[in-house]
C-alpha cells in the first residue's frame, strides 16, 4: 500500500510552504559556455548550487527535495561528459553524506543503477545506510531516471508480486511500487535555465504540481531565485478539479 495518497483520488493537505519540491536542474553547460569554461565547470559550479538549495528547503520547512540529476537519456551525451558526471556524482557523495548525516537529512536514490560502475553503486547504498535514520529533509537523487522506467518498472513488479491480479489493480496498488512511494507528489516543480517541458520526469507524480519555469540557468540560481519559486507557489489556486467557489466555501 502507498504511504502517500494520490491527487487524482483525494484532495491534499496543502499550505503556503511546498511539502514536496522537485527540480529539474538546467543550464550547466550554457552557465560555462557564456563564460568560456569548458562545460564540466558549470556542473562543478551546480553541485555548489545543490549544497544551498538543500539548505535554503531544511529551513524553509520543505520536507522533500527530488532532483533530477541525470535522466535516462542523458547516455546520449559525449562519453566524456557522461564520465565526468559519473566521476563527480560518485565525489559528491564521498564529501556530502557526512553533512548530510550531521543536518538530520535523509539521501535516498531513484533510477536505473544497472549501468552504473559497482563502486559507485556501493557508494549510493553506503550513502542511503548512513543517513537512514534521519528525519528531517529527504533529498532524492534521480540519476539514471526517466518517468516511463518508472512506471514500466512498477507495473511489472507489482504483477510479479501478484501474478493473479490480472487487470484488476488500482491506483494505490501501483503507487506503492513507483519509486517516489515514500514520498507525497510534488507540490511545485522547478525547471531552470529557460526550457518548459517536464523531460520525462516524474510522469506519474506531476499530475496536480504547480509547474515553475525560470529563465535562470542552474549555477545561478540562488537564494533570491528560489525565494521568487517559493512566492509564485503561493500566489497559485490549487484547486484539485473544484471550483473557486468551492475553495471559498471550504
Not at 118 to 128: D, F, G, N, Q, S
Not at 152 to 169: G, H
Amino acid at each position: 500500500m502507498a504511504l502517500f495518497s494520490s491527487s487524482t483520488q483525494t484532495i491534499p493537505v496543502t499550505g503556503d510552504i511546498p511539502q514536496h519540491i522537485a527540480v529539474i536542474m538546467d543550464g550547466n553547460g550554457r552557465w560555462a559556455k557564456k563564460r568560456f569554461l569548458p562545460r564540466v565547470a558549470g556542473h562543478k559550479r551546480g553541485v555548489e548550487i545543490v549544497r544551498e538549495v538543500v539548505r535554503l528547503c531544511a529551513n524553509s520547512g520543505v520536507k522533500y527535495l527530488t532532483l533530477f540529476a541525470f535522466s535516462s537519456e542523458n547516455w546520449r551525451r559525449p562519453a566524456d561528459e557522461v564520465s565526468f558526471l559519473m566521476g563527480l556524482f560518485m565525489e559528491a557523495l564521498q564529501q556530502e553524506v557526512g553533512k548530510l548525516a550531521e543536518n538530520n537529512i535523509r539521501l535516498r536514490m531513484i533510477g536505473d543503477c544497472s549501468r552504473f560502475e559497482p563502486a559507485l553503486v556501493a557508494k549510493i547504498a553506503e550513502a542511503e545506510t548512513q543517513t537512514a535514520g534521519n528525519d528531517g529533509l529527504t533529498l532524492t537523487i534521480a540519476a539514471n531516471y526517466g518517468g516511463r522506467w518508472d512506471i514500466m518498472q512498477a507495473v511489472k513488479r507489482l504483477l510479479a508480486d501478484n501474478p493473479a491480479i490480472t487487470d484488476s489493480f488500482t491506483e494505490e496498488d501501483l503507487s506503492a511500487y513507483l519509486s517516489m512511494h515514500y514520498a507525497p507528489e510534488p507540490d511545485l516543480f522547478i525547471r531552470t535555465g529557460g526550457e518548459q517541458r517536464i523531460s520525462n520526469f516524474l510522469l506519474w507524480q506531476l499530475a496536480y504540481s504547480e509547474l515553475y519555469f525560470t529563465d535562470t540557468l542552474w549555477p545561478d540560481f540562488d537564494e533570491a531565485e528560489f525565494k521568487r519559486a517559493i512566492e509564485s507557489y503561493q500566489q497559485r489556486e490549487r484547486r484539485f478539479g473544484r471550483t473557486s467557489e468551492q475553495l471559498i466555501a471550504d
